[in-house]
């Protein structure tokens, strides 16, 4: 069975500083996807960067990065020059293999972030 | 442009009463379609997922059942709601590669 793990229930960061949310995984399938997503107090879950494991390259989205580190089975989030809007719930996710009907993302169980001026 | 409709946003309902969520997508065919739940500060957790009308699978035992009736239409139900059911659900829409498209949720309160 898959699973994600996310050890930091909350982090605080200094606005302008760069942040680092943790997350492991772990999957015996080679083939998977990884995913960051924020949830602001609103309550919506929006998509921030994909990493598929055969990805070469880590990925970058504007100020996200993801540290991907394959042997290790983590994908950190990564927010550079942090803003007071980054703060949020922060879940890291991973879908199963795609086999033709419908994958399935499994969640962490988040980090709250807060920006402080 | 595609986009995933959810409601009503917010929800306050009492023991023992019915439930119906609707979520639809707009601008795709035959979307793989999800309800997720994230209880008081935790993760989401996958209730049911479909993949087509009248296909429905459940991750979950629970209160819950889920239909679909038409192709871009998915709806959570239950016949009786307890105080467990309380919770922010999610509607989703699968987007291949990238992860799902989240609707805006629905926060749910039973008293």
């Known amino acids: 069975a898959q699973k994600i793990t996310q050890t930091q229930p909350g982090m605080f960061v200094q606005e302008k500083e760069a942040v680092t949310l943790d997350c492991t995984y772990d999957t015996s399938d080679p083939s998977y996807g990884l995913f960051w997503y924020k949830q602001p107090s609103s309550g919506e879950m929006i998509f921030l960067i994909y990493?598929?494991?055969?990805?070469?390259q880590n990925a970058t989205e504007g100020r996200y990065s993801l540290n991907f580190q394959k042997a290790r089975k983590s994908a950190n989030l990564v927010i550079s020059a942090s803003q007071l809007g980054d703060s949020a719930m922060y879940f890291c996710a991973m879908r199963e293999p795609y086999t033709g009907t419908a994958s399935k993302l499994t969640f962490g169980t988040g980090t709250r972030l807060q920006v402080t001026l | 442009s595609q986009t995933i409709h959810q409601w009503p946003a917010t929800l306050v309902q009492p023991v023992g009463s019915p439930l119906s969520l609707e979520c639809t997508v707009e601008g795709t065919s035959n979307p793989n379609l999800y309800w997720y739940r994230q209880a008081a500060g935790r993760g989401l957790q996958l209730l049911f997922y479909s993949v087509g009308i009248g296909q429905i699978s459940s991750e979950v035992p629970q209160n819950l059942s889920a239909s679909r009736p038409q192709d871009r239409q998915f709806i959570l139900s239950s016949k009786k709601l307890l105080l467990s059911d309380s919770g922010f659900y999610l509607c989703a829409w699968a987007t291949t590669n990238y992860g799902y498209t989240f609707g805006s949720g629905t926060r749910l309160t039973v008293v």
């Open positions: 990493q598929g494991s055969y990805d070469q």
